[in-house]
C-alpha cells in the first residue's frame, strides 16, 4: 500500500508546489493556494484563502436568502464569499487548508504580544444576526464539508453560552458540520469551567489551535504574551481531562540571540509533556510598527539569522521526546523550505535532513 504524502519526513521547496497554487472552488467553503497531496501542510506563514469565482444557484431578497421560488437575481460564489468575509483575506492554520470557514470574531483579545501584527488590528465578535446570516450565506457552498474552522484570532474567548448558540446554529443550518475547531489562547481555556468545555465537546468542539511559543517564560515576558508556560499547561491538561485535541504553534527565534540557547532546550522540554495533533513552527518575521519591530531598531532584540534559526531549531528538535504521535511542520525553514515529519517516528529522518539544509546554507554562505 503506498504509504501517504505525510507517512515519511520530507522538505520541499516553493518552486516543486507551483502547479497547485491555484485551485477553483468545486467542494470547499474557500479555494485555497497549495492544495496538492505534497502541499496540503505546506503554507508559509498565515495562510491566506483566495476566494475564486464560480457560478452558484444562491438567491438574495432584499438581502436575506430566500428560495428559488421567490424573483431575485443568482448571486455568484464570489458574491456569497463577499458577505461572509469582511476581509479579503482570512487566516488560518495550514491543518486547517480544507475546513469550511466561517467569520466569528476580529482581532485578538488579548491584543499586546509584542510581534505579533494582529496586535493592530481592532477586537470585536459579529453579533448573533451576522452570524447567522453567515452561516446561512455558507451552507450554500460548504458542499457536504464535515469540519469547520471559526476565524479570528482567538475566538475561544467568546462566552461559552455564546459559543453555544453559535454552534446550534451551525448544527441547524450545516448539518454536515461534524467537528468545529478554532484558536484559543491559554486564558480563554482557564477560564471556562470543565462542564461548559465538555458540553460544547458534545455539540461538536473537536480540537483547537493554541499559541505556545516558548516554553521559556523569559521569552514569554519579553514579547508580553500575558501568559506562563504554567497557565499554557494548565489550560492543555483541561483539553486533555476533557478529550478534546489540541494543535500547538511554536516561533523559532523568539528569544532573539540572548535567549536562543533557552528558547530551544525549554520549548522542546515543554512539548515534550504534551500529547498535540500537531506542532506547527514558524521563522520569526519582525512586522514594522509593532513593540517588536522598535526593540529591534533600539537595539534591544537581537533577530537570529535563517542559518542561525535553523541551528536553533535542530537542537530543539534533536531534543523533543514525544510520548504520542503527532505532525511536525516548519514551513518556513530557512524562509524557502518547508520541513514535515512525524513524531516521534521520523524524528531521525527530520534531523537528517535538517543537518543537509544547514549544511548548504552554511557552503553558501562560506561559514
Not at 163 to 179: A, N, W
Not at 217 to 240: C, Q
Not at 324 to 336: A, G, H, Q, R
Request: hydrophobic content about 40%; charged content about 25%; glycine content about 4%.
Amino acid at each position: 500500500m503506498p504509504t501517504s504524502a505525510l507517512d515519511r519526513a520530507r522538505v520541499t521547496c516553493p518552486s516543486q508546489r507551483r502547479a497547485a497554487l491555484a485551485m477553483t472552488l468545486s467542494r470547499r467553503a474557500a479555494a485555497v493556494s497549495d492544495l496538492s497531496a505534497e502541499g496540503r501542510l505546506r503554507n508559509c506563514q498565515l495562510s491566506t484563502v483566495n476566494c475564486l469565482l464560480a457560478s452558484s444557484p444562491v438567491f438574495l431578497y432584499h438581502g436575506i436568502i430566500t428560495n428559488r421560488q421567490k424573483e431575485a437575481a443568482p448571486m455568484t460564489r464570489q458574491e456569497i464569499f463577499d458577505l461572509l468575509y469582511d476581509d479579503p483575506e482570512v487566516y488560518r492554520p495550514p491543518f486547517e487548508a480544507e475546513s469550511a470557514l466561517l467569520e466569528v470574531t476580529h482581532g485578538c483579545s488579548w491584543g499586546k504580544c509584542a510581534f505579533c501584527d494582529f496586535a493592530r488590528d481592532a477586537y470585536f465578535h459579529f453579533d448573533m444576526e451576522a452570524i447567522e446570516n453567515k452561516i446561512k450565506l455558507l451552507s450554500y457552498v460548504i458542499d457536504g464539508n464535515d469540519r469547520l474552522y471559526l476565524l479570528g484570532c482567538n475566538p475561544f474567548c467568546v462566552p461559552s453560552g455564546r459559543l453555544m448558540r453559535i454552534f446550534d446554529l451551525v448544527h441547524k443550518h450545516l448539518p454536515s458540520v461534524e467537528s468545529i475547531s478554532m484558536y484559543a489562547r491559554a486564558d480563554d481555556i482557564n477560564r471556562k469551567s470543565w462542564s461548559d468545555i465538555m458540553a460544547m465537546k458534545h455539540e461538536g468542539l473537536a480540537d483547537l489551535h493554541v499559541g505556545v511559543e516558548s516554553g521559556s517564560d523569559a521569552v514569554l515576558r519579553l514579547h508580553n504574551k500575558g501568559e506562563t508556560s504554567f497557565d499554557i499547561a494548565r489550560a492543555l491538561d483541561t483539553l486533555e481531562s476533557c478529550e478534546i485535541g489540541y494543535n500547538l504553534t511554536a516561533i523559532i527565534g523568539l528569544g532573539g540571540r540572548s535567549l536562543s540557547d533557552e528558547h530551544a532546550v525549554k520549548t522542546a522540554a515543554f512539548l515534550s509533556r504534551l500529547r498535540p495533533i500537531s506542532i506547527w513552527c514558524m521563522n520569526l518575521k519582525i512586522w514594522p510598527d509593532t513593540p517588536l519591530y522598535r526593540m529591534a531598531e533600539s537595539g534591544a532584540f537581537d533577530q537570529l539569522t535563517p542559518l542561525e534559526s535553523a541551528r536553533e531549531e535542530r537542537k530543539m528538535l534533536s531534543l523533543m521526546e514525544m510520548e504520542k504521535e503527532c505532525y511536525y511542520v516548519d514551513s518556513t525553514l530557512l524562509n524557502k523550505y518547508t520541513l514535515s515529519a512525524r513524531l516521534p517516528s521520523l524524528k531521525d529522518s527530520a534531523l537528517d535532513n535538517l543537518d543537509r539544509l544547514i549544511a548548504e546554507e552554511e557552503a553558501a554562505e562560506g561559514n
